[in-house]
């Protein structure tokens, strides 16, 4: 069975009891796909590009591997695995393979279906009996435990059918058939990269950019092959333990104390990848600058409760991954070129990236991105739950009448201050997209209470600016479990300290 938590609003795979609806096991982050459940345990289809399955045992277990043309699964009574492989838009070769995670593949074999002979029906005519040379499978085996065999039906399409039998008993490996399996997704998936095997999920170019015009038009304007490859990479160094830091030692260990504490992992250095989404990424390995810059994330990230960024895991986001680089670049339009900072949720992670040039405004930086992600939960649960607090028609009836953002970055120009509705928005940049609005305004006001700023003007009265922190403020409340927050969060001290909070 598989749903949305109602207390963490994760997608989740159970298997259930149904005799009392019992919950015997449940693996978060991941909605209903392809599987197979028994009274052990169930596999379901982790990753569709790279071809992942997941036994997820009764007792909380994960094995990953990785096996391609998977089109039917079955549980056998000790629990192993009984799979069969084929590349349905061929005949290729079936093949079938008993596999358990603990002893691995115990028997296995392979039939072409290219070498079975048809018979003639006899009222065919010789043209329609060559014709039927084509051989079509089930869509399912059929697993019987009493015969301890499997069988699948062969046909063409004038029948002439034909009873495939893989007996257990008598079943051995020898082709010497091998699948390893992994405690957690991250690691294969590491695995395939390594041995260059992996499949990014997300297209590296879009057709309309493929026509040679296009191509001749991006070679004169400079842009490289990368221009429109989608960076995916999670690190440049998978095993840190036995990397040598030199003078870099002591900021990596500031670094797992900080990844220890929130449960995220923070990527810096040699580690940084030089593409994430559509951004050219500088590594940035200065030392000196390094431990600035974690001075100023350390002081923010004690803003939040231990729990918050666990509770950003929603749906079937499974963990955040910061990374702390130098120069951030890109040349796709409608999008800022040169930020300070960014995030995005990449392979089922939330990523913020962050440039250690704007240490110096980490307050406001870091608060800025944070609330992008703050803004994806909550919306994230508003699909759910119409009756949440959150909503963009609520949001909108802060701002002026007949206003509507740009929802582009097109008309945005940073050289001009000025270009906004004073007392509405922060800056111009607030007035792109709602999501910029908020940012702009949590960001501000996490600033403010990290600098000692408590008469900041702009929030001050019943100023539209406060009313639309106010109500972002109850927003967070209601789309969060705050049972241990503390009474006034870092972002509503600025509302505390300049009187009444808005009605």
Same mark, same amino acid.
């Given at each position: ?31 209903? &796909? #392809? ?24 007792? =909380? ?7 391609? @043309? ?16 084929? /590349? ?24 072409? *279906? ?6 003639? #029906? ?12 084509? !051989? ?14 499997? #069988? ?33 997704? /991250? ?7 390594? /041995? ?21 038009? #991006?070679?004169?304007?400079?842009? @490289? ?9 999670? !690190? ?32 810096? =250095?040699?580690?940084?990848?030089? $593409? ?28 939040? *409760? ?6 950003? %895991? ?11 680089? =130098?120069?951030?670049? &890109? ?24 440039? %250690?040039?704007?240490?110096? @405004? ?14 994806? $939960? ?14 963009? +028609? ?12 740009? /929802? ?21 940049? +607030?007035? !792109? ?32 600016? $406060? ?7 109850? %927003? ?28």
């Amino acid at each position: 069975m598989s749903g949305v938590t109602p207390d963490t609003y994760k997608y989740a795979v159970s298997d259930i009891r149904i005799d009392d609806n019992t919950v015997l096991s449940t693996y978060e982050g991941q909605s209903f &796909s #392809m599987s197979c459940v028994d009274s052990k345990g169930f596999v379901i289809e982790a990753d569709t590009a790279n071809n992942i399955w997941n036994y997820h045992s009764s007792d =909380g277990e994960n094995s990953f591997f990785s096996l391609p @043309d998977v089109v039917d699964v079955t549980l056998a009574e000790d629990g192993d695995m009984l799979i069969r492989c084929q /590349d349905l838009s061929s005949d290729n070769i079936i093949s079938y393979y008993k596999y358990s995670p603990a002893t691995g593949v115990s028997s296995s074999f392979s039939y072409n *279906p290219t070498t079975r002979s048809t018979g003639k #029906m006899s009222d065919s005519s010789s043209d329609s009996a060559a014709a039927d040379t084509k !051989t079509y499978c089930s869509a399912n085996s059929v697993y019987l435990p009493d015969a301890n065999c499997v #069988m699948m039906l062969l046909y063409t399409a004038q029948c002439n059918p034909e009873i495939l039998i893989w007996s257990l008993d008598k079943g051995k490996n020898d082709s010497k058939a091998e699948i390893t399996s992994y405690n957690d997704c /991250d690691t294969l998936l590491q695995a395939l990269r390594d /041995d260059g095997s992996y499949v990014s999920p997300y297209s590296a170019i879009d057709p309309a950019d493929s026509t040679d015009e296009n191509q001749e038009a #991006m070679e004169e304007a400079g842009k @490289d092959s990368d221009y429109n490859t989608y960076g995916d990479e999670v !690190t440049l160094i998978p095993d840190t333990a036995s990397y040598d830091w030199g003078d870099l030692s002591d900021i990596n260990a500031r670094i797992t104390a900080l990844e220890q504490k929130y449960g995220f992992s923070i990527y810096f =250095g040699p580690e940084v990848p030089k $593409r994430i989404d559509y951004y050219d990424i500088h590594q940035f390995k200065n030392k000196d600058k390094l431990s600035v810059a974690l001075d100023s994330l350390e002081e923010i990230l004690g803003c939040f *409760p231990d729990d918050f960024f666990t509770q950003l %895991c929603y749906g079937n986001i499974r963990g955040m991954r910061i990374y702390l680089c =130098g120069d951030i670049s &890109s040349g796709h339009s409608d999008m800022i070129n040169e930020p300070s900072g960014f995030v995005n949720i990449i392979n089922n992670h939330n990523v913020m990236v962050l440039n %250690c040039n704007y240490s110096w @405004d980490f307050s406001y930086t870091v608060g800025h991105e944070i609330s992008h992600l703050i803004d994806q $939960r909550l919306t994230f649960i508003h699909t759910y739950d119409e009756k949440s607090e959150f909503s963009e +028609g609520k949001w909108n009836s802060f701002n002026p009448d007949s206003f509507s953002y740009d /929802d582009s970055y097109a008309n945005y120009n940073p050289d001009d201050p000025s270009n906004h509705i004073s007392g509405y928005f922060i800056d111009s940049y +607030g007035m !792109t997209f709602a999501t910029e609005d908020r940012s702009e305004i949590f960001g501000t006001a996490i600033d403010d209470y990290i600098n000692g700023i408590y008469d900041d003007a702009r929030f001050t009265d019943d100023s539209p600016i $406060r009313n639309k922190l106010d109500y972002y403020s109850r %927003c967070i409340r209601d789309g969060f479990d705050t049972k241990d927050w503390p009474d006034t969060m870092a972002w509503e001290s600025v509302l505390t300290a300049t009187g009444a909070q808005a009605d």
